[in-house]
């Protein structure tokens, strides 16, 4: 197994376990480390295909996702001074399994699609994009902590970039200026939110909102 498919399985795992941790600071650093290897399979993307707009890549995203991303987070957390998640849907125990299940399915199923579209032919890191992408949109649906889904919003953000840095890296500037900005003004805008939400519920866990129904 090459280089990459062993940092593409390596971030699959480490997105899994941003989902599954339920002590906060551990999750978020597990994110910082998502965010390495994401950085690491850009750098071996470009070096392997000589793409020289993935170096570019990866140096703005260890500035935002692997520095920025976790320092607010971290600041967040500091804040509110709370340490562990709540109680998710389907617990902590089956929610991760019917995550990593069904984002593995979908991926297996719906990869030979976008890799007939991708300029770059490599299967394993397009299956693992496709992967932490659904991660993150099961992390909004199976957890209930505004901390989480601020976690699940950046990963499936990771994914987008992996699968945009397999079919189409050759972009305009719009990449690395979405690279960018997601992670500077959505990160800084949802953990001011999740700040004032913590304030008013004593609680992240957003399922308390229902009450502000009628």
């Known amino acids: 197994m090459d280089l ?3 940092l593409s399985i390596a971030m699959i795992i480490a997105a899994l376990a941003v989902f599954s941790f339920r002590n906060y600071k551990l999750a978020v650093l597990t994110y910082g480390l998502q965010a390495f290897i994401l950085v690491l399979i850009f750098f071996t993307l470009s070096s392997a295909h000589d793409i020289a707009e993935l170096t570019s890549w990866g140096v703005i995203a260890i500035l935002t996702k692997v520095i920025f991303v976790p320092f607010v987070l971290l600041r967040l957390l500091k804040k509110v001074n709370i340490k562990s998640e709540d109680e998710p849907v389907a617990g902590f125990f089956v929610s991760p399994i019917i995550a990593i299940g069904f984002s593995l ?3 297996m199923s719906i990869y030979p699609i976008y890799l007939k579209f991708s300029l770059v032919q ?3 890191p397009l299956i693992a994009a496709i992967t932490v992408f659904m991660l993150g949109i099961f992390g909004f649906i199976l957890r209930k902590s505004a901390i989480k889904q601020i976690l699940a919003f950046c990963t499936f953000e990771n994914g987008i970039h992996l699968t945009l840095a397999l079919t189409a890296y050759n972009s305009p500037g719009i990449v ?4 960018l900005t997601d992670a500077i003004f959505a990160v800084i ?12 519920f004593g609680s992240m866990d957003v399922s308390k909102a229902s009450s502000l129904k009628g």
């Open 4 to 6: 990459l498919s062993i």
């Open 105 to 107: 399915a979908i991926a």
């Open 122 to 124: 490599e299967h394993i």
């Open 176 to 179: 690395e200026i979405g690279i």
């Open 189 to 200: 805008i949802m953990s001011v939110l999740a700040t004032r939400f913590y304030k008013y």
